[in-house]
């Protein structure tokens, strides 16, 4: 199991950009699928991007393609969300998770493939 933690979010104008962070303790970490998710108050937990243990594939959400970069460091254990032209509807919650891969290609979108998950970093956007 995976101690996931995720930083970098805070207010920003709209057109803007944040970074988040998602970091891991553990140094298997680099084993593991990682995904972003997002969640805004009264709504279902979103996928939005998710990146391979070796950084080689990624997925991203319909919305924010083109905005948003996933990427990872395995020597840093740590997960990138660059996050560009941020919208008001961005503002959500934004948690990182982890799915412990069995292929190279296995890269989920659904929530109930990740099993570990950070507390989150809230990202607010205004108009």
């Known amino acids: 199991q995976l101690t996931l933690v995720e930083s970098g979010g805070g207010l920003v104008q709209a057109g803007g950009s944040l970074r988040l962070s998602c970091t891991a303790s553990?140094?298997?970490?680099?084993?593991?699928?990682v995904g972003w998710f997002r969640q805004a108050p009264g709504k279902e937990r979103d996928f939005v991007a998710t990146?391979?243990?070796?950084?080689?594939?990624?997925r991203y959400a319909d919305s924010v393609k083109g905005r948003f970069t996933i990427s990872r460091d395995n020597a840093k254990n740590t997960v990138y969300l660059q996050m560009n032209n941020l919208k008001p509807e961005d503002t959500a919650a934004y948690y990182c998770?982890?799915?412990?891969?069995?292929?190279?290609?296995?890269?989920?979108?659904?929530?109930?493939?990740?099993?570990?998950w950070g507390q989150g970093t809230q990202v607010n956007v205004s108009p």
């Open positions: 553990e140094y298997t970490f680099s084993r593991y699928t």
């Open positions: 998770a982890a799915h412990l891969a069995g292929v190279e290609n296995a890269v989920p979108t659904t929530a109930s493939a990740y099993d570990d």
């Open positions: 990146v391979n243990w070796r950084g080689s594939i990624t």
